[in-house]
């Protein structure tokens, strides 16, 4: 049960450079998006969402773009910090359903 | 900051055991959730649950799985015969209501060991 993907499981970035992480889904019920940071023995933590009915949406250095055609959607953090090296997960869900459904995650490494 | 808690951080358990994990949601949340992370792999939904009663459950929730709230502040998730197979992190997860969004809140999790 794959319903969302995150084909890349790390990614390396300089400090003060983009970092975008990527999500596809297939679910097309699926109407409300979501990104969690995850620290080593820590609990998912909320980070940014997006409802299917907006494109982009932005917080500080945060911002999720969702590509309702492609059935795919991006986290860009800009400028990267060291404090962002951890895990990230994006999550999806239905307005129907109460679970959330998640990634496998990818780990971000931002390189001092 | 309000946040979810969880006790205890780690319980070892021998096979064929019960255990009983605790979670106590953010206080002014009514939807309380129950995922598990087996080690390298993704974020599980187990079950949901609002009005005292399970509202959604996924394959993995199975008879041996109960949950319970059994005052008014913790959430409990009880496994009554444990396998090898559940050793993973659960993580609880609560919500507030009155929103159509589903921006969960999670704790830091129990890692569960089953010897």
């Known amino acids: 049960d794959q319903q969302v993907k995150q084909n890349s499981p790390s990614l390396s970035v300089q400090e003060g450079r983009i970092s975008i992480l990527n999500c596809d889904y297939t679910n097309s019920m699926f109407d409300y998006f979501l990104w969690y940071k995850k620290y080593p023995a820590e609990g998912p933590t909320f980070l940014i969402s997006?409802?299917?009915?907006?494109d982009k949406n932005e917080d500080g250095r945060f911002t999720v773009f969702l590509n309702k055609s492609a059935k795919h959607l991006s986290l860009h953090i800009v400028p990267s910090q060291p404090g962002d090296s951890a895990v990230y997960f994006c999550a999806a869900s239905d307005t129907g359903a109460n679970n959330l459904f998640f990634g496998t995650g990818t780990r971000l490494t931002v390189i001092p | 900051e309000p946040e979810v808690t969880q006790t205890p951080s780690h319980q070892v358990t021998q096979m064929g055991q019960e255990v009983i994990l605790r979670c106590v949601p953010i206080?002014?949340?009514?939807?309380f959730y129950w995922y598990r992370q087996i080690l390298g792999q993704k974020v599980e939904f187990l079950v949901s649950f609002y009005n005292n009663e399970i509202s959604e459950k996924s394959e993995i929730f199975d008879d041996q799985f109960s949950v319970e709230r059994p005052d008014g502040s913790n959430f409990t998730l009880k496994i009554r015969s444990t396998k090898l197979e559940d050793s993973a992190m659960y993580f609880c997860?609560?919500?507030?209501?009155?929103?159509?969004?589903?921006?969960?809140?999670f704790g830091p999790g129990t890692r569960l060991t089953v010897l």
């Open positions: 997006i409802s299917s009915i907006k």
């Open positions: 997860a609560s919500r507030t209501s009155g929103s159509s969004y589903n921006e969960q809140f």
């Open positions: 206080s002014n949340h009514l939807y």
